[in-house]
């Protein structure tokens, strides 16, 4: 926790629902006040849309 800032790029985990695209990465715009929760905006467009994700801190480490 703490490492990440505003701004960061990070890689975005796949997700079967949000994200099922690997090797996406995108900046982060938002962390949660526990700095558990990073939503980062993907650099790709999805079906023409900019979009972001909800990322989990904790579960990243499991990759
Ligand atoms: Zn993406």
């Known amino acids: 926790m703490g490492d990440v800032k505003i701004g960061d790029h990070m890689k975005i985990p796949v997700h ?3 994200h ?6 995108g900046k982060v ?3 949660s006040e526990d700095g558990n929760i990073v939503t980062v905006k993907c ?3 999805h079906g023409g849309k900019t979009v972001a ?6 579960e ?3 990759y």
């Open 43 to 45: 650099d790709r467009k």
């Open 53 to 58: 994700f909800n990322i989990q801190l904790e």
């Open 29 to 31: 715009v938002y962390i």
């Open 20 to 25: 099922q695209e690997a090797g996406h990465s």
């Open 60 to 62: 990243e480490e499991e």
């Open 16 to 18: 079967s629902i949000f």
